[in-house]
């Protein structure tokens, strides 16, 4: 298998008039955790929404794993063995903790899958325990999702995400607005995934991926303008200048 598992040729996207994103060459490479950092407004999420395909590029294209995916509906992408979880929390508030995760594995079994047996349901069910389990909310099990923490919720979602099994796990933001005992589970939980799959990151806060991250990007006013390991992006001048004035880094 090949070392890049993901790589973007010169993808933009441009909201009417407004570039939001311009010329990103990048590539990710399989078995590491690759940060896209930046401040509010960079294009972050956009291009985080071009590599998960959530919105086709007006420009460029998207590989995954040698194989031009630009533009393909959202839900190859799912089946091709990206799954994400996006800046805003999005789970069933009245379903339990383990139904939304069935849910979530259910939706990827009937798609692909309509004709499995019955008796895959209870399948699904212990593939939803196993899920939990892997995100620490085993005890939340029978918990209707609204009820639960905010960080709860969003290891939740990522334990949705982990429904489809993917090679390859995007997570923008995974611990916006939370506390910073909810923000160290969520940064354990986001390691100890990565020993499995490959991880993309975005994240506004530099210093919380500093530490986690094999490689990072940079993005600025919708271009790239670092990449490297985090010593280089930590030396890199033009970083330093980006960042200088934020409150949180
Ligand atoms: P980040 O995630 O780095 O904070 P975004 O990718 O969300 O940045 O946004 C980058 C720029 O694109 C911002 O100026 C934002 O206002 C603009 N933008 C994002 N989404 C849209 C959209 N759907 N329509 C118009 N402008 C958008
Ligand atoms: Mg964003």
């Known amino acids: 298998m090949s070392e890049v598992i993901l790589r973007t040729e010169k993808v933009g996207k441009r909201f009417g008039g ?47 794993e040698g194989r031009d995916v630009t ?11 990206i799954a994400k979880s996006f800046q805003i929390t999005n789970v069933f508030p009245q379903l339990t903790t383990h139904e939304n995760i069935r849910v979530a594995a259910q939706a990827l079994v009937s798609r692909f899958d309509i004709w499995r047996p019955r008796a ?15 995100v620490g909310l085993q005890d939340r099990r029978n918990r209707p999702a ?31 607005g939370m506390s910073p005992e909810e923000t160290r589970v969520m940064m354990d939980l986001v390691l100890s995934l990565a020993q499995e799959r490959t991880v993309i990151l975005v994240e506004h806060k530099m210093k919380l991926v500093m530490g986690i991250s094999d490689r990072l990007l940079v993005l600025h006013h919708g271009e790239l303008i670092a990449e490297g390991t985090p010593d280089d992006i930590r030396r890199n001048e033009m970083v330093k200048r980006v960042y200088l004035g934020q409150r949180e880094h």
């Open 18 to 64: 407004f570039v939001a994103l311009k010329d990103i060459s990048a590539e990710f490479r399989r078995g590491k955790i690759t940060s896209i950092i930046g401040p509010n407004g960079a294009g972050k999420s956009t291009y985080f929404n071009l590599l998960s395909g959530a919105f086709t590029p007006t420009a460029g294209r998207v590989e995954f």
């Open 71 to 81: 533009g393909l509906a959202q839900h190859r992408f799912a089946h091709m063995g």
């Open 120 to 134: 895959a349901m209870t399948d699904l069910a212990d593939k939803a325990d196993h899920l939990l389990e892997r």
């Open 146 to 176: 609204g009820t639960l923490a905010h960080g709860e919720q969003r290891a939740l979602e990522i334990g949705m995400a982990l429904a489809s099994d993917p090679r390859l796990l995007l997570l923008d933001e995974p611990t916006a």
